[in-house]
């Protein structure tokens, strides 16, 4: 049944930068509305999984497939209009923009006329912090108010899978908290998200499945209620007291 087709695939996804090797045969499925983590140590090429999905780096083996056709060669906006985007860690909102502006940059590949102004209403509606401040310059947002406004703009093309690069990094507990709760209230709406996150305790407690990779490759796999119990990902990765702080 088309239903149980894995939404994203990787297949034995080997790539990295120039002649610098960072991903060694790595297998991943995203299942629609479902949340998959990605965790590991600095270094392990979480980032750069996305990278390689998104088309910002072409596969050197093996092959990434988006309900079930191979898109490994594919530019970044064939991407998105097949139904991805990316919210990047830094750098990903319009500063000299209004909130408003910002949402309709976050359609322009996908909607026009009243077709974006209806999916921008519909973020407002999910999203009432933003349209109270619809009219305020992005310039003067907090770090996590930029980052809840960046995954509003990823809303407004309306993908089917949106890609998460380290959504908390550098936030205060308070907004962390809040980032994770926008992060569920998106997969309420039947989204699926796959997340690259330090945070991996959080990540995880929100997930239903998560990877660890390590120098590349698939560490562990699997429930991520079973790799928070997992007594080798608690003694590696999860074991010191903040040790989820660097993953």
Same mark, same amino acid.
Do not use: C
């Given at each position: @049944?088309?239903? !149980?087709? #894995? ?14 090797? /960072? ?5 991943? &499925? /995203?299942?629609?509305?479902? +949340?998959?983590?990605?965790?590991? #140590? ?5 980032? &750069? ?9 072409? #596969?050197?083996?093996?092959? /990434?497939? *988006? ?7 594919? #530019? ?8 991805? +985007? ?33 999916? +921008?209403?519909? /973020?407002?509606?999910? *999203?009432? *912090? ?11 947002? !907090? ?7 960046? =995954?509003? @703009? ?5 993908? %089917? ?7 908390? @990094? ?5 907004? @962390?908290?809040?980032?994770? %709760?926008?992060?569920?209230? =998106? ?5 699926? +998200?796959?997340?690259? %996150? ?21 560490? *562990? ?7 928070? %119990? ?18």
């Amino acid at each position: @049944m088309e239903s !149980s087709r #894995p939404l994203l695939s990787l297949d034995a996804l080997t790539t990295g930068y120039q002649r610098m090797q /960072v991903l060694s045969g790595l297998h991943l &499925t /995203v299942n629609p509305s479902e +949340i998959v983590s990605i965790i590991g #140590p600095n270094g392990a090429g979480k980032s &750069t999984v996305l990278k390689a999905i998104y088309g910002f780096l072409a #596969p050197w083996e093996g092959v /990434v497939r *988006f309900r079930g056709e191979d898109i490994s060669h594919l #530019p970044v906006v064939a991407r998105v209009k097949k139904g991805m +985007i990316l919210v990047h860690q830094n750098d990903n909102i319009f500063s000299g923009l209004t909130l408003h502006e910002n949402l309709e940059m976050g359609g322009y590949l996908i909607a026009r006329g009243s077709l974006l102004k209806e999916r +921008i209403d519909s /973020v407002y509606e999910q *999203f009432p *912090f933003l349209y109270k401040k619809r009219r305020q310059a992005a310039r003067v947002l !907090s770090g996590g108010e930029r980052q809840l406004l960046a =995954i509003g @703009m990823a809303l407004v093309s309306e993908p %089917e899978l949106i890609l998460l690069d380290e959504p908390s @990094m550098g936030l205060a507990p308070r907004m @962390m908290a809040r980032i994770f %709760e926008w992060v569920g209230r =998106i997969h309420e709406m039947g989204k699926s +998200i796959l997340m690259v %996150e330090q945070n991996a305790r959080q990540a995880l407690a929100i997930s239903h499945r998560g990877y660890v990779l390590d120098l590349g490759k698939n560490r *562990f796999e699997g429930r991520a209620t079973d790799l928070l %119990e997992d007594p080798k990902v608690l003694s590696l990765y999860l074991g010191g007291e903040n040790s989820h702080e660097n993953l």
